[in-house]
């Protein structure tokens, strides 16, 4: 997890292990709370930090195209990219439809500009992701929240 985040910092992205640990606790298991983690085994823990490493870069990348925050210094809505990447990763890791990408970059930072995570971390994390539950609206219920 170290050189996972060494690697952000070389690209600019300061990122801690809570925060990644966030990531990888939403793919895994669903949940922000991370006492969900205590029943993974680590089999489950690698393959979700796998999967989770490879979502965020997806994302970072996304974001860093489209709207040009390819750095830290502009880097905001930290706490909207964990909900991101349980999205990206239920979707096989990745999104091809534009106006998918488009409307989920929409949300990112219309979730960020009005502060969603400044509050209880932990209690939006868990209302995205419940909201997230069913893919096919995903999308629409973020949006409307």
């Known amino acids: 997890m170290k050189s996972t985040l060494a690697g952000w910092q070389d690209r600019s992205y300061n990122f801690t292990i809570d925060w ?71 979707r096989s890791g990745h999104i091809t439809d534009a106006r998918e990408r488009d409307r989920l970059l929409f949300w990112y930072v219309q979730s960020a500009m009005w502060g969603r995570f400044s509050g209880s971390t932990e209690s939006f994390l868990d209302r995205d992701l419940g909201l997230a539950k069913d893919l096919d609206s995903t999308l629409d219920n973020l949006i409307s929240e």
């Open 20 to 90: 990644l640990l966030r990531s990888v606790n939403n793919v895994t298991t669903g949940e922000a709370k991370f006492e969900q983690m205590h029943d993974l085994s680590p089999d489950q823990f690698q393959d979700g930090q796998k999967r989770a490493v490879r979502a965020i870069d997806f994302t970072l990348n996304l974001i860093a195209g489209r709207l040009g925050l390819d750095h830290d210094r502009v880097l905001f809505g930290r706490y909207a990219i964990p909900v991101i990447v349980n999205y990206i990763d239920r």
